[in-house]
Structures are given as structure tokens and as C-alpha cells.
């Protein structure tokens, strides 16, 4: 395999057939967020054993949409915007590690296999979804301002299911894009042993963006109804209780690389 190159299979000699290209990886893009309460013991349940809850309002949780376009180092994804331009919708909660606020998120869609495959790299939860998120541009009326007034909604489904429909009205500039996706993510690396017997990888990791160039959040009234399907259940595992506010905000972002915290995988 020396002579095969690529940052993920398929290795080949070229290397250009790889699903993943080589980090940096570069993100522009806009995020819809609604942050909501769950129960806390709900929560719980959908953390691993090690970590805990977060001390202060543990049963928070945040449901974005993302806007992405994204590239590597060169550049050249951006002139085949197939392989730059995919939508993701993901849930996030905070729990601590070793004492340690992390974010955390616990489910997450896109729209795209090498979405996936960095997803996966990093211990992000990623599975194929249908997604759809309201637009914002600067004329015409088929479209929203980022103003007061601003109405965005948003939608997934995954193998022809409705999980989640949300609409979000600005109301005025925020000092903050919400609290709980605000901290180094904490994620569980996984692998099955091949053998069936535990896991050949299991790492604890954190990692959070780079070089952010971020744009003036937004802040107003949201909605948000989940739902689930034979395939997926958010409603079940983390239901809305209480509605905390809805936020816009476009971003840049990079990832280079995240941090080894624990590594319990299985003696090869």
C-alpha cells in the first residue's frame, strides 16, 4: 500500500479517487440554530458512561442546519461545486470529560458521502439526510434579509421520513450565537474489532475550528417539531420541551486536526 496515496479509500496511485482529500479543510457557510430544553435524564442516556452532564443547564440542546461550502488546500473544489456545497443538520448537547465543558453532538445528517467521511474521521455520528434550509440574499423578493423581521425555516428527512421542521424569525443582532454549541467538541472515535469482540478503535478526542471568521449572530423567535421514523428517532431521544430562542449567523471555519484525550481501543 506504500506506493497507493489518499487521506481515506480508495487508495490509489493518483491518490485523486480518495473520498477525502488531505487536511486543512476550509468551511464558509450559514448556520440556523434552535436551542430548546430536553429532559435531563433523556440527555444522560445518550451520553457514554464516561462523560457527564454539564453542571449548568444540563438538559439544553441545540438543533442547526448548516450551509456549507468546503475545500481543501488547493482550492479546486470550489470550481467543481459538487464536491464543495453539501447541507448537514446536527444536534448538540454539553457534557464535562475529566472535569472539562465539551460540546457534544449526538446525531447528525448530511447530504453527501465525503461530508461523511470526514465526519466519521473525527467521531462525528454522520448518516445521508434530505436537507433544506431557507436562503438569505441581498435582492429580490424570493428571499429573506438578515434583519429584523427575517423568516427562515428549515427541514430533514432521512429514507423518505420527515424528523424535523423549524422556522426561526430574526429579531435583532446578538451578542452570542447560543451557549450550547460554544465549546470544544468532545467525540467518541469508534471502530468494531473485526472479530465481533469490543472495539479495534476507541478514542476520546477533542477538537474545535481554526482561524474563525465569524459573521454578527442574529438572534429571535423559533419553532421547532421533531419526529421520528422506523430509522431514526430525535423526538424519542432528546423531545422538545421548551423552546429558548432561534439564531443566523454566517461563518468560517478551519479544521486541521483535533487532540488525542483517551485511547481505550483494543489490543491489536
Known sequence: MDQNRGFLPPYTATGRSALVPPMPWFYSGN???VEYRTDVDKVRAILPAELD???EDPGAVAFIWADWQSCSATGEELLDPARSQYLEAFVVVRAKYQGVTYSRCVLIW????????????QGYPKKLGSIYVTRAFNHGKAAPRVAPGGKFGA???AYDHRLASARVTLREPSTTNGFVNGHPMVHHRYMPAMDGQGMSMLQVVTMRGVDADLGQPWVGEAELELFDSPWDDPAGLLPVREILGGYYREVGVTFAGGELLTDMSKPI
Open 31 to 33: 448556520l440556523l440554530t
Open 110 to 121: 448530511v447530504t453527501t458521502d465525503f461530508a461523511i467521511g470526514r465526519g466519521w474521521f
Open 53 to 55: 452532564l454539564a453542571d
Open 155 to 157: 427541514s430533514l428527512a
